[in-house]
């Protein structure tokens, strides 16, 4: 089982990175709060979870151990799989997530698509008294890293392909982009940081 990579990126988007290991190439499934984190291109080290089942290996990358085992906790929620559990963690930072979940924010967390309040109820009823920790963890994970300014309409459309990805409605994510306030060399995270900031109110 793959617990951790260290090498070179070779590509990433919001959805993914492909990690250059010795002229191997791992593709991992990652959150946005890890995309946040990532350098254009160097070196890279992730914590990996590996998602094995019956006819594929999945392999997911986050930036830091508490990210990493809070997306195992969440998995093991009946209803919630590995997607769901990425969009979660995509929609919140460990130490807000942890802090809903502990204090039983169900408004909060039904804010995420996918969530409704029955499933925000499982949640908090089954890692309720197991979320506080990971928010003390989080305080030790990574700084985001700027990304690299690029055409503001190749931004807007790998945003559009990030938030559908997430779950949101295409007329819906294309709308939230529409009303961000013209800003010139902005980067992609800052646009989806934007977007997601309208489709949460």
């Known amino acids: 089982m793959i617990a951790m990579l260290t090498g070179e990126i070779a590509h990433r988007s919001p959805e993914q990175i492909v990690v250059d290991v010795s002229g191997v190439g791992y593709r991992l499934q990652i959150p946005l709060s890890t995309f946040y984190t990532l350098p254009e291109s160097g070196p890279v080290k992730l914590q990996v979870y590996t998602h094995v089942k019956e006819d594929a290996i999945q392999l997911f990358g986050f930036s830091c151990t508490a990210e990493r085992d809070l997306f195992t906790l969440l998995i093991s929620v ?7 559990a990425i969009t979660i963690l995509s929609h919140m930072p460990v130490d807000e997530l942890a802090q809903a979940l502990s204090q039983g924010d169900i408004p909060r967390l039904t804010t995420i698509p996918g969530i409704g309040k029955k499933s925000a109820e499982r949640l908090v009823l089954e890692l309720q008294d197991k979320a506080t920790q990971y928010a003390v963890a989080a305080a030790l994970s990574p700084g985001t890293a700027a990304g690299q300014v690029v055409g503001a309409e190749d931004h807007h459309q790998d945003a559009l392909s990030a938030l559908v990805n997430l ?5 819906l994510a294309k709308r939230a982009l529409k009303n961000l306030a013209p800003a010139p060399g902005a980067s992609l995270e800052e646009i989806l940081k934007a977007a997601l900031q309208i489709l949460l109110k």
Request: aromatic share 8%.
């Open 167 to 171: 779950g949101y409605k295409e007329a």
């Open 78 to 84: 009946s209803g919630v799989g590995p997607k769901l």
